[in-house]
């Protein structure tokens, strides 16, 4: 019984919660939002992590899921690649993995021969990472357009061809730079930070362009910015990941591994001053693969 008891635990943290998508819908009131972007839908997902685990298969399969939801705009907030491995060019042109994974212990090949674990040895590409990136971005739905930053694993693998399949997926990539919608006399004004843990972040040319008119949403992927943005009191809003809400989550007591700048505001809403700060969960994860009471997450908001 106990033994079936820990079988039906492995499967639930490494098969079904992982692939169990929440798909959250929350109404943002967001003070002087103009009439003419009242009702928009906004759809975040963030951690996208292509890896071992999330395949084009399952990036292919959260992408119908965001088109469903028939998004105005579509935020994606970083961490595209991960950081499993490095590589090199070769001469010819081919690229090969500097880093392989050691053989898998007894347990571990037990949980390999179940289907939980892909493989034993892994080698990796992240020109493959793009090509599947750019297949299954470009197939994003929304009605005005899409909008990315930076997370630390892009600046930790080949961020290059991160901007790059991002570009060719018609995504707008706001590296500390403003992006405005003006509809008849309504004003939006989207910005992005770029990544935080690399030190890329540079608020203050961001803030001196920043109309002085209309609502901001500030796109950054650590969390924690939010001390740092609402102290500026110019952003009504800040949509982040980074976290994985810690992907395990033990009743009562919360997330036991968090990373730097993502351990105070871990997952879901937050008022930080006159700020709204929302984290995200990620629809992928870092290495285990594996969630507990932390589902995966596409965050749909309608702004009212």
């Known amino acids: 019984m106990l033994t079936l008891s820990v079988l039906g635990f492995l499967i639930y943290i490494y098969q079904i919660e992982p692939q169990w998508i929440e798909i959250k819908n929350i109404e943002l009131s967001l003070p002087n939002l103009d009439q003419e972007f009242v009702g928009w839908k906004i759809v975040q997902i963030t951690d996208i992590h292509i890896n071992d685990w999330m395949t084009e298969k399952r990036l292919k399969n959260i992408i119908e899921l965001v088109n469903k939801q028939s998004p105005d705009i579509v935020f994606l907030t970083g961490d595209f690649f991960s950081q499993n491995t490095t590589y090199v060019e070769r001469i010819d042109g081919s690229f090969v993995s500097l880093e392989k994974r050691k053989p898998l212990s007894l347990s571990k090949k037990l949980l390999h021969k179940l289907g939980f674990i892909d493989s034993e040895v892994t080698t990796h590409s992240f020109v493959k990472d793009q090509e599947i990136l750019t297949r299954t971005l470009k197939k ?121 700048h993502g351990r105070i505001y871990t997952q879901g809403l937050y008022k930080v001053r006159d700020m709204i700060q929302y984290t995200n969960r990620g629809v992928g994860m870092a290495y285990p693969y594996i969630r507990f009471n932390c589902r995966p997450e596409i965050t749909v908001f309608t702004l009212r």
């Not at 909008?147 to 991002?166: K, R």
């Not at 707008?172 to 030190?199: H, M, P, Q, R």
């Not at 500026?232 to 800040?238: A, D, V």
């Open 140 to 260: 994003l739905t929304p009605k005005y357009k899409s909008f990315s930053v930076l997370g630390n694993h892009d600046y930790a693998t080949d961020v290059t061809l991160v901007e790059q399949a991002l570009k060719d997926s018609n995504i707008i990539n706001l590296k500390n730079e403003i992006y405005t919608f003006k509809k008849n006399t309504g004003i939006l004004n989207i910005a992005g930070v770029d990544s935080v843990s690399f030190s890329k972040d540079k608020l203050k040319p961001i803030l001196k362009k920043l109309p002085d008119k209309g609502v901001n949403i500030l796109l950054v992927h650590e969390p924690d910015y939010a001390k740092r943005s609402s102290f500026t009191h110019r952003f009504q809003l800040q949509l982040s990941g980074h976290s994985h809400g810690g992907q395990v989550r033990i009743p009562f007591f919360g997330a036991p591994l968090l990373p730097p």
